[in-house]
């Protein structure tokens, strides 16, 4: 117990490393996203995240989201708990069979204009999951989606370009 004490007191504080992308270019991307999120909605976007089966990687790359690096909610984008207010359904995970009725009840209780995006390798087509009995396969099987984010799991930065890319005109 000594030893520990006295290590905690000579060892510098353990921080993390700094996310690769600059805070200039986040800012510079979050800032775009609330413009065009402003521009097609009159407002910031409203997101429900779905967790349709997912080994939690995904989930924990959308937390950080709301860490001190990201802090996104200063741009207008938040994270809704009813998909009665959302713009975005952001679901994640191969779709098991426990939840393809919840999330295709979700995709109906979201109002117009609504969008799909499944982020992370399982919720294209159920990556390693898919040939488990429990899993009906991406999301894409379940409900249509307009958008899918690469990755397992996508970065936050990932996670923002693909809601700017899904926002603004092409």
């Known amino acids: 117990m000594r030893k ?3 290590q905690g007191l000579v060892r510098p504080p353990f921080t993390e490393v ?8 986040l800012a510079e991307l979050s800032a775009r996203l609330d413009a065009v999120a402003r521009r097609r909605l009159g407002r910031g976007l409203a997101i429900r995240q779905v967790d ?9 790359e959308i937390h950080a989201l709301h860490n001190a690096f990201y802090d996104l909610e200063r741009f207008g984008l938040r994270f ?6 959302a ?12 939840m393809a009725e919840a999330l295709a009840r979700t995709y109906e209780a979201t109002p117009e204009p609504k969008w799909v995006v499944s982020a992370g390798a399982c919720a294209l087509d159920g990556g390693i999951f898919a040939p488990s009995y429990a899993v009906v396969g991406g999301v894409g099987q379940v409900i249509p989606v307009d958008l899918h984010i690469p990755g397992c799991p996508p970065t936050p930065a990932d996670l923002l370009k693909g809601l700017v890319s899904l926002l603004e005109p092409r």
């Not at 089966?53 to 924990?60: I, P, Q, T, V, Y």
């Not at 713009?87 to 426990?98: E, R, S, Y």
């Open 4 to 6: 520990l004490l006295f």
């Open 18 to 25: 700094a996310p690769a992308i600059s805070a200039e270019e």
């Open 52 to 60: 349709a089966g997912s080994c939690n990687g995904c989930e924990l």
């Open 80 to 85: 809704v708990a009813s998909p009665r207010h």
């Open 87 to 98: 713009d975005v359904l952001l679901v994640t995970g191969p779709v098991t069979k426990n």
